[in-house]
């Protein structure tokens, strides 16, 4: 039993040692693994000193005070960690660790002159924490400049490195210090606060979703002869879910410059509301400003890695305080940033509730929305503008901009710098646009008191010969308060009528195979006037006749005829309206002026019946239509033979009886 004993504390002893051994063992390699991190680090070039380490074999946790860390760069990046704990750590191969839980206590990352107007930037992170890590063995080697795209660079690929199930930061604390190129004035600089931060499952590089709680920021400015400006502002609830990190690390990456490719960077981003406010500055007239945005959301942004090279860019924007760029620079520079912009896609995008308090009154806007693809906005839409005007109340039901290729927009002002754009230059930039849209306008007019109401207002073009369209449509539907004082007007006014409102229908079009042009729809109403609506058509129209040289296309016109006319017009008021205004300049009665009118268009007839008999049933349905209120007057005219159209406009003018004889009139009256 005795020797039982001694056997069982001989083995007790052996296995105790055993223990402690491999736990001075694995103390001793983790040790000598972080030093041999940090030495690399500053195999680089850069600063890297740590203070006490600890690990615990138990429970696999590595405890590294005391972390800091400075780039080589002339102005460096610093970095500086109180303590580091990574808990449930692991080696799943060669390249990478894993860790259950890590913490970083006391975080600070400082920046000097990231930007041209930036000379010291920096954050604070009380606390980080990151569950189910796994990533790189090595310590990540600092960026060898302080680039602010560098540094974006730099970040991002660090996180696309890494998997974690979840990653936060309870509060982060950043400061800016203006540069003297800036011109913002001594200790001009700004504060930004986050708060809430979190991130949830990171693999892949990629993010399935993270949210802010809330971002706070205040920038202070005193330029030198001005007064001390504080902004601040509060943006609230920003979440974005599916980011690809890697993809956003692309747009930063010179070697990614021949990528052509589309990422997609985030689903769905959504923020607000989102409060902007500044100080009003009475001894230098600036204005205050206090504006809020009740929610924002973004979806599908994507990027081409080969046109959105943001480096390549800003490397050509020159510095605060040096001459302006030369003709040729700043073409070159707008060519870069048309690049750009067909780089870039958003699926939607939506602001709504805006409100802004302006001298005038409050601005608001219900929404403002738009989708983007390769440099164009297929819909601006604005939506539910209340403001004040200076002589009233200004409300816009909607207001679109139906398409607008701001890339090519880029490109054709590049070509503009340093000179004016000829003709044919500026219309160039019609096909940008597809069309116009504003509905529910109410208006003031001049300073009666009265408004202007466009129901709607619809312009489209499209079809392009060149620069020139040759498919228009129009459709506007308006009333406006008529003015007394307006010689043009008085007529109205005098029968009673203080208010015009007009509905209009009006459309062109041309067909290159069949050489025609075709007006319509032709269709105007003006309320208690009358309404009336027209085809008008045009034969043998070539395609040069849309050109932009003048020579060229007035001699297509040449060659254009003209085609079937026909005109329908319903009596509403408009005959009584100008029979009473001519009782008026004549000095007799309604009655006694209609007889006058009717024996002036009577003699007209038996003037030119001998010559043209349909010009005579032309002239007697005119009469039917005036001497009768309420009626319809219908008239086609259908060339005889080919005739051009420049001809007959001129006959027209000199010779009315020769211009309609050329054409077969039909004329008819009815209720």
Same mark, same amino acid.
């Given at each position: 039993?005795?020797?039982?004993? %001694?056997?069982?504390?001989?083995?007790?002893?052996?296995?105790?040692?055993?223990?402690?051994?491999?736990?001075?063992?694995?103390?001793?390699?983790?040790?000598?693994?972080?030093?041999?991190?940090?030495?690399?680090?500053?195999?680089?070039?850069?600063?890297?000193?740590?203070?006490?380490?600890?690990?615990?074999?138990?429970?696999?946790?590595?405890?590294?005070?005391?972390?800091?860390?400075?780039?080589?760069?002339?102005?460096?990046?610093?970095?500086?960690?109180?303590?580091?704990?990574?808990?449930?750590?692991?080696?799943?191969?060669?390249?990478?660790?894993?860790?259950?839980?890590?913490?970083?206590?006391?975080?600070?990352?400082?920046?000097?002159?990231?930007?041209?107007?930036?000379?010291?930037?920096?954050?604070?992170?009380?606390?980080?924490?990151?569950?189910?890590?796994?990533?790189?063995?090595?310590?990540?080697?600092?960026?060898?400049?302080?680039?602010? %795209?560098?540094?974006?660079?730099?970040?991002?690929?660090?996180?696309?490195?890494?998997?974690?199930?979840?990653?936060?930061?309870?509060?982060?604390?950043?400061?800016?210090?203006?540069?003297?190129?800036?011109?913002?004035?001594?200790?001009?600089?700004?504060?930004?606060?986050?708060?809430?931060?979190?991130?949830?499952?990171?693999?892949?590089?990629?993010?399935?979703?993270?949210?802010?709680?809330?971002?706070?920021?205040?920038?202070?400015?005193?330029?030198?002869?001005?007064?001390?400006?504080?902004?601040?502002?509060?943006?609230?609830?920003?979440?974005?879910?599916?980011?690809?990190?890697?993809?956003?690390?692309?747009?930063?990456?010179?070697?990614?410059?021949?990528?052509?490719?589309?990422?997609?960077?985030?689903?769905?981003?959504?923020?607000?509301?989102?409060?902007?406010?500044?100080?009003?500055?009475?001894?230098?007239?600036?204005?205050?400003?206090?504006?809020?945005?009740?929610?924002?959301?973004?979806?599908?942004?994507?990027?081409?890695?080969?046109?959105?090279?943001?480096?390549?860019?800003?490397?050509?924007?020159?510095?605060?305080?040096?001459?302006?760029?030369?003709?040729?620079?700043?073409?070159?520079?707008?060519?870069?940033?048309?690049?750009?912009?067909?780089?870039?896609?958003?699926?939607?995008?939506?602001?709504?509730?805006?409100?802004?308090?302006?001298?005038?009154?409050?601005?608001?806007?219900?929404?403002?929305?738009?989708?983007?693809?390769?440099?164009?906005?297929?819909?601006?839409?604005?939506?539910?503008?209340?403001?004040?005007?200076?002589?009233?109340?200004?409300?816009?039901?909607?207001?679109?901009?139906?398409?607008?290729?701001?890339?090519?927009?880029?490109?054709?002002?590049?070509?503009?710098?340093?000179?004016?754009?000829?003709?044919?230059?500026?219309?160039?930039?019609?096909?940008?646009?597809?069309?116009?849209?504003?509905?529910?306008?109410?208006?003031?007019?001049?300073?009666?008191?009265?408004?202007?109401?466009?129901?709607?207002?619809?312009?489209?073009?499209?079809?392009?010969?060149?620069?020139?369209?040759?498919? %228009?449509?129009?459709?506007?539907?308006?009333?406006?308060?008529?003015?007394?004082?307006?010689?043009?007007?008085?007529?109205?006014?005098?029968?009673?009528?203080?208010?015009?409102?007009?509905?209009?229908?009006?459309?062109?079009?041309?067909?290159?195979?069949?050489?025609?042009?075709?007006?319509?729809?032709?269709?105007?109403?003006?309320?208690?006037?009358?309404?009336?609506?027209?085809?008008?058509?045009?034969?043998?129209?070539?395609?040069?006749?849309?050109?932009?040289?003048?020579?060229?296309?007035?001699?297509?016109?040449?060659?254009?005829?003209?085609?079937?006319?026909?005109?329908?017009?319903?009596?509403?008021?408009?005959?009584?309206?100008?029979?009473?205004?001519?009782?008026?300049?004549?000095?007799?009665?309604?009655?006694?002026?209609?007889?006058?009118?009717?024996?002036?268009?009577?003699?007209?007839?038996?003037?030119?019946?001998?010559?043209?008999?349909?010009?005579?049933?032309?002239?007697?349905?005119?009469?039917?239509?005036?001497?009768?209120?309420?009626?319809?007057?219908?008239?086609?005219?259908?060339?005889?033979?080919?005739?051009?159209?420049?001809?007959?406009?001129?006959?027209?003018?000199?010779?009315?009886?020769?211009?309609?004889?050329?054409?077969?009139?039909?004329?008819?009256?009815?209720?």
């Amino acid at each position: 039993m005795k020797k039982i004993l %001694l056997g069982l504390v001989a083995v007790a002893v052996i296995a105790a040692g055993g223990y402690f051994g491999f736990d001075f063992y694995a103390q001793r390699r983790v040790i000598r693994d972080v030093e041999a991190a940090f030495e690399q680090v500053r195999a680089g070039g850069a600063k890297a000193s740590h203070g006490k380490i600890a690990f615990d074999t138990k429970s696999r946790t590595l405890t590294i005070t005391d972390i800091a860390t400075e780039s080589g760069a002339q102005s460096p990046v610093n970095v500086k960690i109180g303590s580091l704990t990574m808990a449930g750590l692991g080696q799943p191969d060669a390249a990478r660790i894993s860790a259950d839980n890590i913490e970083l206590n006391d975080v600070e990352v400082g920046v000097v002159n990231p930007t041209p107007t930036i000379a010291i930037l920096a954050y604070k992170a009380p606390r980080i924490t990151l569950k189910n890590y796994s990533g790189p063995a090595g310590l990540p080697q600092l960026p060898a400049s302080s680039s602010i %795209l560098e540094l974006y660079r730099f970040g991002f690929t660090q996180i696309a490195s890494i998997n974690a199930s979840s990653m936060t930061a309870p509060t982060l604390a950043g400061t800016m210090t203006f540069s003297a190129a800036a011109r913002a004035g001594d200790g001009a600089g700004g504060t930004f606060d986050y708060s809430g931060l979190a991130i949830e499952n990171l693999k892949d590089g990629k993010i399935a979703s993270s949210k802010t709680d809330k971002v706070a920021f205040k920038i202070n400015t005193q330029p030198p002869a001005g007064k001390p400006v504080t902004m601040t502002g509060d943006l609230a609830n920003l979440a974005a879910t599916d980011i690809d990190v890697g993809a956003m690390a692309a747009m930063f990456d010179p070697a990614k410059a021949a990528d052509d490719r589309d990422y997609r960077i985030q689903g769905h981003v959504s923020a607000g509301p989102y409060v902007i406010t500044a100080k009003a500055d009475a001894a230098t007239a600036m204005p205050g400003l206090n504006m809020r945005i009740e929610g924002l959301t973004v979806d599908d942004i994507k990027i081409n890695p080969s046109r959105m090279q943001l480096p390549a860019l800003l490397a050509m924007i020159p510095p605060q305080g040096s001459a302006p760029p030369s003709p040729a620079q700043a073409r070159e520079l707008l060519e870069k940033v048309a690049g750009l912009y067909s780089g870039a896609g958003i699926g939607n995008a939506e602001i709504h509730g805006l409100a802004v308090e302006t001298p005038q009154g409050p601005f608001k806007l219900s929404s403002v929305r738009f989708n983007f693809e390769h440099g164009k906005i297929g819909e601006l839409a604005v939506e539910g503008l209340d403001a004040r005007a200076p002589n009233g109340p200004l409300k816009v039901g909607r207001f679109a901009l139906k398409s607008l290729d701001v890339a090519s927009l880029m490109r054709l002002s590049a070509q503009f710098a340093g000179q004016k754009p000829s003709a044919e230059q500026a219309l160039a930039l019609l096909p940008l646009i597809e069309g116009v849209e504003v509905k529910g306008v109410t208006s003031p007019y001049k300073a009666t008191g009265k408004p202007v109401n466009i129901d709607v207002f619809s312009l489209d073009w499209g079809q392009f010969v060149g620069p020139i369209p040759s498919k %228009l449509r129009l459709i506007a539907k308006m009333a406006a308060p008529l003015d007394a004082a307006d010689p043009q007007q008085q007529a109205l006014v005098a029968a009673g009528i203080d208010r015009m409102a007009i509905d209009a229908d009006l459309g062109a079009a041309w067909t290159e195979a069949s050489r025609t042009l075709a007006l319509e729809p032709v269709k105007l109403d003006m309320a208690g006037l009358l309404h009336a609506s027209a085809k008008v058509a045009f034969a043998n129209v070539p395609r040069e006749a849309f050109s932009t040289s003048a020579a060229e296309s007035m001699g297509a016109a040449a060659q254009i005829e003209a085609g079937t006319i026909e005109l329908t017009v319903h009596d509403l008021g408009v005959i009584d309206l100008a029979v009473a205004q001519f009782a008026r300049t004549q000095n007799v009665g309604r009655d006694e002026a209609r007889k006058a009118v009717l024996d002036s268009i009577k003699a007209q007839s038996e003037a030119i019946g001998a010559a043209n008999p349909d010009a005579t049933a032309l002239v007697t349905a005119v009469s039917q239509f005036i001497e009768t209120p309420g009626q319809t007057l219908v008239i086609k005219l259908t060339p005889r033979a080919k005739a051009p159209a420049l001809q007959l406009m001129q006959l027209l003018k000199t010779d009315p009886q020769s211009a309609l004889a050329q054409f077969k009139i039909e004329a008819s009256t009815g209720l």
